[in-house]
């Protein structure tokens, strides 16, 4: 048995895992495997019995189930084909604006996001739709890009969402509480993000040209049918999943599962259900979830022997220390979460520091939930901002060479959202209702 | 030679059909939660089975298709550096790290839950967590067989890495 000292243990676990990750292997195995070396070195063969029990009670946290069934219902939606139709149909109304596609992009990022839950997908679908359509038509690349990019990042934020179903456990917060915390939030961005665009196109018409009338020019009752018939279904299925939640009726579980068989017999009334189909979106949620899951064990096994070594008294005493009170201790929070978000998976972050930072949180004296919604609003950037931004990465994987749009467009395009999401943070600090006060309306 | 090639073949094939056919478990989730949903509010009566095999569905969902995932390099890596490294780099950083990594986390969980597994089976443990009560031995004995599975594919690449590495970045 080896003594370490909780700051000696701080630094080899932390130094070994940014290490071992960084050389590209598995993150799931690093965390597992770190937590069991460390964990063995230092408490002998009973640690193998809590390699066990943490893995046990990572599968039986029925909560967490909650994930699969989101994100099939996500999978579902996509492949019943409504946000080709939304798009189309928000392509007529808004085209006529100056900038519309772009808007068009960001309202269907977040109507999406409140039924998707996973950016690889909305960010994917955007990509392919939305993309091309605006390059047609002559907006900047940059432009483009940018609003796919951040339009399609908001699913993890607008509930339901994936992110917030594994935050919940690891504060001990009440995940439905976190869903209507983040409703708000989530459209504040989305408005932000609207104006932001178009703002910067009624000062340079150039960034995006009007759709032409002609191409626009349809029967008000055709094209009022098109909006809602895109439109209705979607919104029905996220109020329903949303408002049972709310109501107090359906545990978040619960209501992700009629979600998912709600948007399973969404694709039935579109004519778009195939077993073929049913099928992929399956093996598709058990891929998305065997990856995920590998990480929740192997951070369990971390975090439970950091935790036991008095790791987070070190992280802890470390935050205290910095200067200007507890706000400063605040920042210095934000600061960290937003430099692991530039370079480490979101899951990752919420596994292994949400159970070391949310009990700083609470001893700050902070609202765990407007706490958890800042921290959340924060890892918005951890999609947008390089070295490892996944919108960026998911948007080059939709893009064709002809197009002409190269990483740097992206960047530049993406730059602009980093300034309008921290806005929101700061609205969001002024403003501790904007998260608050919907939970606070909550039924039960 | 021979012997590996169709060692990893049959348990390439085995990864594959284990993610696909386990999906259909995410189905099988959706309905005996929908249908507690459903019997609770139009009959206002609860079934009092849905607890324990929702659980006992998800936990299976949530583990057995780690081998079909490993199978197609799916897991979440960070790969800023790892893609600047030559294909041999990337080879020995993978078949150093699974000898200190992956099959000691593996076997260790492998073992833990084959014991949990055998010493439940045993006693014929019954679920604790609800009202009805089933045997829980059937969900114990799960875990050490998804993790049979992992172990298995992990030799399977294991195995494809080293002779790439042995024979200049041939596939076998």
Redesign the interface.
């Known amino acids: 048995m080896i003594e370490l000292s909780p700051e000696v243990l701080t630094v080899v676990m932390f130094g070994l895992l940014i290490g071992?990750?960084?050389?590209?292997?598995?993150?799931?195995?690093?965390l597992?495997?770190?937590g069991?070396?460390i964990g063995f070195l230092m408490e002998g063969p009973p640690m193998?019995?809590i390699?066990?029990l943490r893995?046990?009670g990572?599968?039986?946290t029925?909560t967490?189930?909650a994930c699969?069934?989101f994100i099939?219902m996500g999978l579902m939606m996509e492949r019943s084909g409504v946000s080709d139709s939304l798009f189309e149909a928000l392509h007529i109304w808004l085209g006529g604006f100056r900038g519309g596609l772009a808007i068009a992009t960001v309202l269907i990022g977040t109507l999406l996001a409140a039924c998707v839950g996973v950016i690889a997908a909305s960010v994917t679908m955007l990509g392919l739709i939305a993309m091309p359509a605006m390059l047609d038509r002559g907006y900047s690349k940059e432009l483009a890009a940018g609003a796919v990019c951040a339009g399609g990042s908001l699913g993890i934020l607008i509930p339901p969402s994936v992110m917030i179903v594994f935050y919940g456990p690891m504060a001990n917060l009440s995940v439905g509480k976190l869903f209507m915390a983040a409703f708000i939030p989530g459209f504040m961005l989305s408005a932000l993000y609207c104006t932001y665009i178009a703002v910067m196109c009624f000062l340079r018409p150039k960034l995006a040209p009007s759709v032409s009338a002609e191409e626009r020019r349809m029967p008000f009752l055709k094209k009022t049918r098109m909006l809602v018939f895109s439109l209705f279904p979607p919104l029905f299925l996220i109020l329903a999943v949303l408002g049972s939640i709310f109501m107090g009726?359906?545990a978040p579980?619960?209501a992700a599962?009629?979600g998912?068989?709600a948007s399973?017999l969404m694709c039935l009334a579109y004519r778009k259900l195939s077993f073929a189909k049913?099928?992929s979106a399956?093996?598709g949620?058990?891929?998305v979830?065997?990856?995920?899951?590998?990480?929740?064990?192997g951070a369990a096994i971390f975090t439970s022997i950091f935790i036991k070594g008095g790791g987070t008294d070190v992280v802890k005493d470390l935050i205290l220390a910095a200067p200007g009170g507890r706000w400063g201790s605040f920042a210095l929070i934000m600061f960290i979460t937003l430099i692991l978000g530039m370079?480490?998976?979101w899951?990752?972050i919420i596994l292994v520091m949400i159970p070391i930072m949310a009990p700083i949180g609470i001893a700050l004296n902070f609202d765990p939930i407007w706490f958890g919604m800042m921290l959340i609003v924060n890892l918005q950037l951890s999609f947008i901002t390089p070295?490892?931004a996944y919108a960026i990465f998911f948007l080059q994987g939709t893009l064709k060479p002809e197009m002409g749009v190269n990483t740097g467009h992206i960047i530049r395009g993406v730059l602009p959202y980093i300034g309008l999401i921290c806005i929101g943070l700061a609205l969001m600090v002024r403003f501790p209702q904007i998260a608050l006060w919907l939970p606070g309306k909550m039924i039960r | 030679m021979k012997f590996l090639r169709a060692y990893i073949s049959r348990v390439e094939y085995i990864s594959e059909w284990s993610?696909?056919i386990?999906?259909?478990l995410?189905?099988a989730?959706?309905?005996t939660?929908?249908i507690?949903?459903f019997l609770r509010?139009v009959f206002n009566e609860p079934t009092k089975w849905s607890?324990d095999i929702?659980?006992m569905i998800?936990?299976t969902?949530?583990?057995?298709?780690?081998a079909?995932?490993l199978m197609?390099k799916?897991?979440?890596?960070?790969?800023?550096?790892?893609?600047k490294?030559s294909p041999r780099t990337?080879l020995i950083?993978?078949v150093v790290?699974d000898v200190?990594?992956?099959f000691?986390?593996m076997l260790?969980?492998l073992?833990?839950?084959a014991t949990?597994a055998y010493s439940s089976t045993l006693v014929r443990e019954f679920s604790n967590v609800g009202f009805w009560r089933p045997p829980l031995y059937p969900f114990r004995i799960m875990?050490p067989v998804a993790y049979l599975l992992i172990v298995l594919q992990g030799i399977a690449s294991f195995a494809r890495n080293v002779y790439s590495l042995g024979h200049g970045g041939k596939e076998l």
């Open positions: 071992f990750v960084l050389v590209g292997y598995p993150l799931g195995f690093v597992g495997a770190i069991l070396i193998l019995n390699v066990y893995l046990y990572a599968i039986t029925y967490f189930l699969p069934l099939l009726v359906a579980t619960e599962a009629v998912a068989l399973i049913l099928w399956l093996v949620t058990a891929r979830v065997g990856m995920a899951f590998t990480v929740v064990i370079f480490i998976d899951i990752g070295p490892l | 993610g696909r386990v999906s259909f995410g189905l989730m959706v309905f939660i929908t507690d949903v509010y607890y929702t659980y998800g936990g969902l949530l583990i057995m298709p780690m079909y995932v197609h799916g897991h979440v890596s960070i790969d800023i550096l790892y893609r490294f990337a950083v993978n790290l200190l990594f992956f000691p986390l260790v969980i073992y833990m839950s949990r875990i």
